[in-house]
């Protein structure tokens, strides 16, 4: 299995808590009502507390700003991926999650890559 990875920030005109809102009601319902379009087998959002706890662990290492959430997406592979992608639904799809990411999240200020989990 492999999984997509989003670092997200919002949109600097959402607070962190209209942002997680939109997110978990609206953008993260409508992506697994057509998961399966995009052959994702799982889906999770992590959404960033407020806590004195993150700064701190910021300030200790020099680190930036914490992300507003991270998204994982876990899929059969990374061909399996690509065909979902390449398929009429999947780029139908692809192009509605874009647009409608756009209402929260800021792109320019956000990361998504694939990685493959190794446990410990």
């Given amino acids: 299995m492999i999984k997509l990875v989003m670092c997200l920030r919002r949109r600097s005109d959402l607070t962190r808590e209209e942002f997680q809102d939109y997110w978990l009601n609206k953008h993260g319902h409508f992506f697994m009502e057509n998961a399966s379009d995009m052959r994702a087998?799982?889906?999770?959002?992590?959404?960033?507390?407020?806590?004195?706890?993150?700064?701190?662990?910021?300030a200790s290492r020099g680190m930036q700003p914490d992300y507003d959430g991270v998204a994982e997406v876990w899929f059969e592979s990374e061909e399996d991926l690509m065909d979902a992608m390449?398929?009429?639904e999947g780029q139908k799809l692809g192009t509605e999650l874009l647009k409608d990411e756009e209402n929260f999240i800021d792109?320019?200020?956000?990361?998504?890559?694939?990685?493959k989990e190794r446990e410990f």
């Fill in 41 to 58: 087998k799982k889906y999770v959002q992590s959404h960033t507390l407020e806590s004195p706890l993150n700064e701190g662990m910021r």
């Fill in 107 to 115: 792109h320019s200020n956000s990361s998504a890559f694939i990685v």
């Fill in 86 to 88: 390449n398929s009429p």
